[in-house]
């Protein structure tokens, strides 16, 4: 038990590593950034392989640490509202994806879908919040265009890497991931 504990830590501390250089990758343009969300990707990870504590304490930690960092995202108001953002991404996917019956590709895309539709209406409200101290308003087009239109290609790139790298793991025996349903299960229930 004190090994599995000590394991997470690790890989938590990995995943905050790859999160904070992952952006580098996107060339700092703020807009390529926010289409392909380079940030989630090891949140997310953390979330499926560590468990959901860990997935929620470095998506809420990430955000703010990288922005302390490298000034990028801004603080106020991007990187609070990520923080709860990447913070639920990480909650979601973990509990979703641990606390199901069957650990299937299957499981895996629902965990996803489920995290990523979750960490949006957080990320909303968070905007809402944070903005509502300034004269500016976080208009209902505006959660539109930056949680969903803007994001579909980050969306997409989620959904085929994190996949994919289960898959990876799966094959060396790091992560327990079936191909399909509980063969054992019986017709009907």
């Known amino acids: 038990m004190k090994n599995n504990r000590l394991i997470s830590v690790l890989l938590s501390a990995m995943f905050i590593s790859i999160g904070l250089i992952l952006p580098f990758f996107t060339g700092q343009i703020q807009q390529i950034g ?12 953390c ?11 470095v998506g ?6 990288r922005s302390l960092l490298f000034g990028m995202p801004a603080i106020y108001p991007s990187a609070i509202a990520m923080s709860f953002e990447l913070a639920t991404y990480g909650l979601v996917v973990g509990c979703f994806f641990q606390k199901s019956k069957w650990k299937c590709l299957l499981t895996l895309y629902k965990s996803l879908l489920f995290g990523m539709l979750a960490g ?3 990320w909303g409200i968070s905007m809402t919040g944070l903005l509502a101290f300034k004269s500016s308003r976080f208009t209902l087009s505006a959660f539109f265009a930056g ?13 085929v890497l994190i996949p994919a790298i289960m898959l990876m793991l799966k ?7 079936k191909n399909g349903e509980n063969k054992n299960a019986k017709p009907g229930k």
């Open 34 to 45: 926010n289409m392909l969300l380079p940030m989630h990707i090891p949140v997310m990870l």
């Open 47 to 57: 979330g499926l392989i560590c468990g959901w504590q860990y997935g929620l304490i």
């Open 60 to 65: 809420f930690i990430l955000p703010c640490f």
């Open 120 to 122: 949006r209406v957080v």
């Open 147 to 159: 949680a969903f239109v803007n994001a579909i290609p980050g969306i997409i790139l989620q959904l």
């Open 171 to 177: 094959k060396t025996h790091f992560v327990k991931l």
